[in-house]
C-alpha cells in the first residue's frame, strides 16, 4: 500500500495582528503536497513566538498552556492521520482538519462555554455592561448546572447533547422550581439562547435546539399611583428618620422620573442651570449609558434643599441619603400601610408614576418623556406609560 506524505505545522502570521498587539497561531495541514490551514483560536506576542520549536518562548503559565494546547493538538491529528491510514480509505487533508475539529468542539461543554462568557462580559462591567446583566448571566448558568445534575446526575454536558427537550425542561425548572414569572422566565431563556447562538457561530454546535421555540411575554400593567395618594405620601409625617428618607427620596423620583441606581449616583456636577437660570439633571443613565435632560422642578429642588447639608453629602458628594434597595422596598411598604395606600409600592414605582402622571397626563409628549426617560427608542416609554383617564377626556 502507497504510503501518504502528511505534514502538520503551526506558524503565525505577523502581518495580521489583534488589537492587543498579538498574532493568531494558525495550523497547516498537507496531506500529498495539498494544504489547508485554520486558526486554532489561540494568539502569541510575535516576539515570543519560536517557529523552530513551533511554540512560545515565554516563561509564564499562558505560554506553557499554550504550548501544552498546541502539543496535544499535533498528537490528535498524528493519532487521526494514523487511523485513517490503517483503516486503508482514501483521505484528504480536509479530512483530517475537519475530524480533528470536530473531535475538538465535541469536547466543549454548555458551563465551561457560559462561564467564559460570563468571565469575558465581567470585564466589561462599565464598559459594555452592568454589574445586574452579569448577575442574570450567573444566575442563569447556576440554574442550569442544578438542571443538569437533576436530569443527568452530572456536573455539566457536552454542547452537542443539548436539544429542544433540554430548552422545554429549563423553561419547566425556572417556572415550577424556581417560581419565577413568565417575564423572568423569558430574561433566562434569552441569556441561555445567547450562549447557544455563540456555540453556533463558532461551529461548536451543528443544530439550533431553539428552532421553533418561541416564547411569548405576558403584558404586565404596572401599578403607578394617583395624584391624591402622591399628596398623601407627602404630606405624611413619620417618627422615624429612615422612613423620612426614604419618602423624600421616593418623592424625588416621582418628579424625576430617576431610576434607583440612578438617583443614588445623582451628584452635583449633574445638576446644571441654563441660560435662562432654569434648573436640569443632566446625567446619563447608569444601565444603558442614554443621556437624561430632566428639568428640575420646585418639588424635587425643595427636596435637595433640604439635604443640602446631610453628613452622606459630605461623605460620599451623594446629593441624597439613598439606602439600598431592598431596603428602600421594604420601607416602601411600610409607608404605603402608613398611608393607606393599597398598592405594592416599589422604588420603580415612582419612575412608572412619573412618566403616566406627572408627565404624560400633564401634556408632555412621548418624545420628551422618552428622552427624560433616557429612553433610546419610544417602544420602551410606551411599557412605562399608562394613559390616565385625564390624558383620554382631555383629548
Not at 216 to 223: D, F, L, N, T
Not at 301 to 328: C, F, W
Not at 362 to 374: F, I, P, Q, T, Y
Amino acid at each position: 500500500m502507497k504510503r501518504n506524505s502528511f505534514s502538520v505545522f503551526f506558524f503565525i502570521k505577523k502581518t495580521k495582528l489583534l488589537s492587543n498587539g498579538e498574532a493568531l497561531i494558525r495550523l497547516r495541514i498537507k496531506v500529498n503536497g495539498i494544504a489547508v490551514e485554520s486558526q486554532i483560536k489561540r494568539s502569541v506576542p510575535p516576539n515570543q513566538w519560536d517557529q523552530a520549536t513551533e511554540s512560545s518562548k515565554g516563561r509564564d503559565r499562558k505560554a506553557s498552556e499554550l504550548n501544552e494546547y498546541i502539543r496535544m493538538l499535533k498528537l490528535k491529528a498524528l493519532t487521526i492521520h494514523r487511523d485513517l491510514e490503517m483503516s486503508g480509505k482514501f483521505f484528504t487533508a480536509r479530512l483530517i482538519m475537519n475530524t480533528l475539529y470536530n473531535a475538538e468542539d465535541n469536547k466543549r461543554t454548555l458551563l465551561s462555554v457560559f462561564r467564559k462568557h460570563n468571565d469575558d462580559c465581567r470585564k466589561l462591567i462599565g464598559i459594555d455592561y452592568v454589574k445586574i446583566t452579569i448577575t442574570r448571566f450567573d444566575n442563569c448558568c447556576k440554574y442550569l448546572g442544578v438542571l443538569i445534575q437533576q436530569k443527568f446526575g452530572k456536573e455539566d454536558i457536552y454542547l452537542n447533547e443539548i436539544d429542544s427537550e433540554f430548552v422545554r425542561d429549563f423553561e419547566m425548572f425556572l417556572k415550577v422550581e424556581r417560581g419565577c414569572q413568565q417575564n423572568t422566565v423569558i430574561r433566562y431563556m434569552k441569556c441561555f439562547k445567547k450562549i447557544i447562538n455563540l456555540a453556533i457561530a463558532n461551529e461548536w454546535m451543528t443544530r439550533n435546539p431553539f428552532a421553533g421555540i418561541k416564547f411569548q411575554a405576558k403584558e404586565v400593567i404596572k401599578e403607578v399611583l394617583t395624584k391624591e395618594e402622591i399628596e398623601r405620601i407627602m404630606v405624611k409625617q413619620f417618627d422615624m428618620p429612615h422612613l423620612e428618607y426614604v419618602r423624600d427620596v421616593f418623592i424625588f423620583c416621582i418628579f424625576s422620573g430617576l431610576a434607583y441606581i440612578d438617583v443614588n449616583n445623582l451628584r452635583a456636577e449633574h445638576i446644571t442651570k441654563d441660560n435662562n437660570g432654569d434648573v436640569w439633571i443632566r446625567k446619563a443613565r447608569e444601565k444603558t449609558d442614554n443621556m437624561c435632560n430632566i428639568p428640575l422642578l420646585k418639588i424635587p429642588q425643595a427636596i435637595l434643599e433640604k439635604y443640602k447639608d446631610h453628613p452622606i453629602r459630605q461623605k460620599t458628594g451623594a446629593l441624597l441619603p439613598v439606602t439600598s434597595n431592598q431596603k428602600m422596598n421594604s420601607y416602601l411598604k411600610e409607608i404605603a400601610t402608613r398611608c393607606d395606600i393599597k398598592k405594592n409600592l416599589t422604588t420603580h414605582t415612582a419612575r412608572h408614576t412619573a412618566a403616566s402622571v406627572v408627565f404624560l397626563a400633564n401634556g408632555v409628549s412621548m418624545e420628551n418623556v422618552a428622552k427624560m426617560l433616557g429612553h433610546a427608542d419610544i417602544r420602551m416609554t410606551q411599557h412605562y406609560a399608562k394613559v390616565m383617564d385625564s390624558s383620554i377626556k382631555r383629548d
